[in-house]
């Protein structure tokens, strides 16, 4: 199984990227994949998680409304949109798989270990 993130940039604040998660190994619809990223100094934090049990998408508080995640047809890669993107977005991001298909814990938070993690891209918001 492998993951690799690509789409990292520079962007003005307001700007907009997207970032690709390319998948070999798996098949998606088996896996739960979800987005992460730490920045300088900072824990790792949870952004997303696709669930495959429920369907459902996840994001954190902080980027609901600005980013979304999606699969493509070929059921290959999974897309990160980031739209109106703000200085404390700069990390560097990364996507994850997991043959458990959960997103979230019984008491509701996010799921953090995960079986296969990609490299990370890095996301600059700055002007």
């Known amino acids: 199984v492998q993951l690799q993130a690509s789409g990292g940039g520079l962007v003005q604040p307001g700007g907009s990227l997207r970032l690709s998660c390319a998948t070999s190994?798996?098949?998606?619809?088996?896996?739960?994949i979800a987005w992460f990223r730490q920045a300088p100094g900072k824990e790792r934090e949870w952004v997303s998680c696709?669930?495959?049990?429920?369907?459902?998408?996840y994001y954190v508080d902080s980027v609901k409304g600005r980013f979304t995640v999606s699969e493509d047809n070929a059921k290959t890669t999974v897309s990160l949109q980031m739209n109106s993107l703000k200085p404390e977005d700069t990390a560097v991001y990364y996507c994850?798989?997991?043959?458990?298909?959960?997103?979230?814990?019984?008491?509701?938070?996010?799921?953090?270990?995960?079986?296969?993690w990609g490299q990370g891209t890095q996301v600059t918001v700055s002007s």
């Open positions: 696709m669930d495959k049990t429920n369907l459902r998408i």
């Open positions: 994850a798989a997991d043959s458990r298909q959960y997103c979230t814990n019984y008491d509701g938070s996010p799921k953090l270990n995960y079986d296969y």
């Open positions: 190994g798996l098949r998606l619809d088996d896996y739960a």
